[in-house]
C-alpha cells in the first residue's frame, strides 16, 4: 500500500479513543491524558457507554453516535470485543486504528483466530490497523502520544530528528528514557506490536518520506 496511508497515524485531525476511562488504573484513561496533556490539537471524542462525561471531554457510547469524520481510532478494550469495534470503525469511513489490547496472537490459541478475524474486517473496509498489543504513536512534532504510561513511567524526548521504531513496547519505551536522559531527540517512536498489518517495512517507507526525521533507529 502507499506510505501515504499511514500518515492519519501521526496527523489525525480528530481521534476516538474506544475504552476511555474514568478510572486513572485503566489503560484507557492514561491513553486519554496522554493525548491531553501533549497539546493534541485535534478533536478527541472519548468512546464509552457508562460515561457522559471523562477529563473534561463528552464521552460516547460508540464510534457511530459521534456524527463526525474519525480520523483514528485508538483501541483498548478486551480483546474478544474488538473486531466488531474494527467493523464499526469500518462502516463510519474510519481509515486507521490503533489496536492497544493485547490477547491475540502473541497468547496463542483462540487469540491467532481473533487477530485473523481483525485482520480480515479491517482489509474489507481498507482500515490501517497498529498493533495489535502495541502501545503506539509518540509524536512531538504533531503533538500526538498514545502511550498510556504516565510521563513519569515513560519519559517523552524532546523534538530532533530521530525516529524510533519497534515491535516491542517494552524495549521502546526503555529507548525513550535513555533518549531523555542524554538529551536525544525524537522526531517519532512507534511500537507496532504484532503488526497484523503496519509492519516495520511499511515504517520505513513512510519514515523515509518524513523530512523532520534525518536517522531511523530500530
Not at 10 to 30: C, D, L, T
Not at 112 to 139: F, H, W
Amino acid at each position: 500500500m502507499n506510505y501515504k496511508s499511514l500518515e492519519l497515524f501521526f496527523k489525525p485531525k480528530s481521534v476516538a479513543v474506544i475504552g476511555a476511562s474514568r478510572n486513572p488504573e485503566k489503560i484507557g484513561y492514561q491513553l486519554l491524558k496522554s493525548l491531553i496533556e501533549v497539546g493534541y490539537n485535534g478533536e478527541i471524542y472519548p468512546v464509552n457507554p457508562k460515561a457522559d462525561e471523562i477529563l473534561g471531554l463528552k464521552a460516547y457510547p460508540n464510534m457511530s453516535s459521534i456524527k463526525k469524520p474519525i480520523d483514528l481510532a485508538i483501541i483498548a478494550i478486551p480483546a474478544g470485543g474488538v473486531p466488531e469495534v474494527i467493523r464499526e470503525a469500518g462502516e463510519i469511513g474510519v481509515k486507521c486504528a490503533i489496536i492497544i489490547s493485547g490477547g491475540f496472537k502473541e497468547v496463542g490459541g483462540e487469540g491467532v483466530k481473533l487477530e485473523e478475524e481483525v485482520k480480515s474486517i479491517a482489509k474489507t473496509y481498507g482500515i490501517r490497523i497498529m498493533g495489535p498489543n502495541c502501545i503506539g504513536v509518540y509524536d512531538p512534532h504533531n503533538n500526538m502520544d498514545t502511550l498510556f504510561l504516565p510521563r513519569d513511567r515513560a519519559l517523552r524526548p524532546k523534538k530532533g530528528d530521530i525516529a524510533f521504531i519497534s515491535q516491542s513496547g517494552a524495549m521502546g519505551v526503555a529507548f525513550l528514557d535513555w533518549m531523555t536522559m542524554e538529551n536525544i531527540g525524537l522526531s517519532c517512536f512507534v511500537s507496532y506490536g504484532n503488526k497484523a498489518d503496519v509492519d516495520e517495512i511499511d515504517l520505513l517507507e513512510y519514515l523515509m518520506h518524513d523530512e523532520k526525521s534525518k536517522v531511523i533507529a530500530m
